[in-house]
């Protein structure tokens, strides 16, 4: 379901000063985006988190251990770096506190959103001492889950698989990359770049789409098959697993300047939006046969804006910055024309879809679609105004086309000795041979 756009066009008369200079009204929305986080805080108490449902004017809320409980923390962040209002720092304080419980877990990989969205974008705007511990304790809770031998971190300790690596993962190791040049060990960046290379080999088509899951033998580190359990088939590629490996190896660009990542996330990134239907927001799957009730799911349009908004400051020429540049906005325009909320209700973003296998959250609300609408309007703001942008946890580390030098998030010598050992592990990686043909789970 699609809203008729009335309400865009009256909050487009409220724009502020970047909408002069682009077809999104940033203003507007972020004024938007307040009145209905303003809400959601008013309507719960920190420790409920809402996941989904909320374009109902009722959000469907998760506990503290839920993968997606570190977005709405996330937003009232990134709320408080737009305004400057010690309100929404207060809140974006409170909601955090009960997530310090999750920096600990070794149960999943998800804790690099849980903690990073939350934790991570605190840190970056207020350096809060207490929360930086957090990010550390996060990234070495991660790094137990890094087998050498397979390359890669273990996304999922459930299910039938013997070591599953998801290309969701790829955002999420952000506590490694950025703890690694930050007081933490030196061999985390090493191991989020093999990761990330590990991803590549085995993730990456050649048409620049994306298989979601690779299981491998966690002895012996051999390839076994393909798996999806987001998309429609194992053959197949999610929309929203596209999404995170552009944003996935934009980060990973960024932290390591490794050119194989730049070229990831351009590939995938072709095909993202090359594959886009006329307004640029996608179905569930790109491989989803499209009538008038196929879901789309805007939390994939979010977060892949928000990988073209960086890529707008990674890409090497001023014509590859730019087309990224205009991609992102072409899909934020679409997003802020046809796709916020009723604002009778709390959530921003309506028509996300978190399960469409499971025929569950779809054509609803999601808390991260939410999240990364805000921030890929901040980044474009930034962006728009020639100001660098942020990195992970540290501000100002995304300058357009920065070299290696003038990068804050650089590892200490000592990690790069360690990199460097990681990097040569990718000689190996390369070298397996990738199944042409795609193998499915068995039955």
């Not at 309400?7 to 077809?23: D, E, R």
């Not at 990674?314 to 802020?336: K, P, V």
């Not at 296998?357 to 962006?383: A, C, H, M, Q, V």
């Amino acid at each position: 379901m699609r809203r008729v756009v009335l309400q865009s066009l009256i909050l487009l008369a409220f724009a502020g000063p970047a909408a002069a200079t682009t077809k999104v009204p940033i203003g507007s929305d972020l004024k938007f985006i307040e009145a209905q986080a303003q809400k959601t805080a008013a309507s719960l108490q920190p420790g409920a988190y809402p996941r989904s449902g909320g374009q109902t004017g009722t959000w469907k809320t998760v506990t503290a251990s839920d993968w997606t409980s570190g977005f709405f923390p996330g937003e009232l962040w990134l709320l408080y770096q737009a305004t400057g209002s010690a309100t929404w720092r207060n809140d974006a304080q409170a909601w955090t506190a009960p997530l310090v419980s999750q920096a600990t877990r070794t149960d999943t990989p998800d804790i690099g959103f849980m903690i990073g969205e939350s934790f991570g974008n605190g840190y970056r705007l207020t350096g809060e001492a207490a929360y930086k511990t957090e990010i550390l304790t996060a990234a070495a809770s991660l790094a137990t889950r890094f087998n050498p031998t397979v390359g890669a971190f273990r996304s999922r300790d459930f299910g039938p698989w013997s070591f599953p690596v998801i290309i969701d993962n790829m955002p999420s190791l952000g506590p490694l990359q950025w703890g690694a040049a930050n007081g933490g060990a030196a061999a985390w960046g090493a191991e989020a770049a093999t990761h990330a290379q590990t991803t590549l080999t085995y993730m990456v088509r050649g048409d620049g789409s994306t298989d979601q899951l690779a299981n491998f033998d966690p002895t012996t580190g051999a390839f076994l098959y393909y798996d999806s359990t987001g998309g429609l088939s194992p053959s197949s590629t999610w929309s929203r697993g596209q999404a995170w490996g552009l944003l996935g190896f934009a980060q990973a660009y960024a932290v390591t300047r490794n050119p194989a990542d730049l070229a990831a996330a351009e590939h995938i990134a072709g095909f993202f939006f090359g594959h886009l239907p006329s307004d640029y927001v996608p179905y569930w799957d790109f491989n989803a046969t499209v009538t008038p009730t196929t879901p789309r799911d805007t939390s994939a349009a979010a977060i892949g804006a928000d990988g073209l908004v960086m890529l707008s400051y990674l890409a090497a020429t001023s014509g590859q910055r730019n087309t990224y540049l205009a991609e992102s906005e072409d899909i934020l325009g679409s997003l802020s024309a046809a796709y916020l909320a009723p604002s009778s209700s709390e959530a921003v973003l309506i028509d996300g879809s978190g399960d469409v296998p499971k025929n569950s959250e779809i054509d609803t609300s999601l808390i991260y679609g939410d999240y990364f609408f805000t921030e890929s309007l901040l980044r474009l703001r930034n962006r728009l105004a020639g100001r660098p942008s942020w990195l992970l946890y540290t501000k100002g580390a995304l300058t357009i086309a920065a070299p290696l030098a003038s990068r804050t998030a650089v590892p200490e010598p000592s990690a790069w000795a360690l990199m460097a050992f990681g990097f040569a592990n990718l000689g190996l990686a390369m070298r397996r041979t990738r199944r042409c043909g795609l193998a499915t789970a068995p039955a």
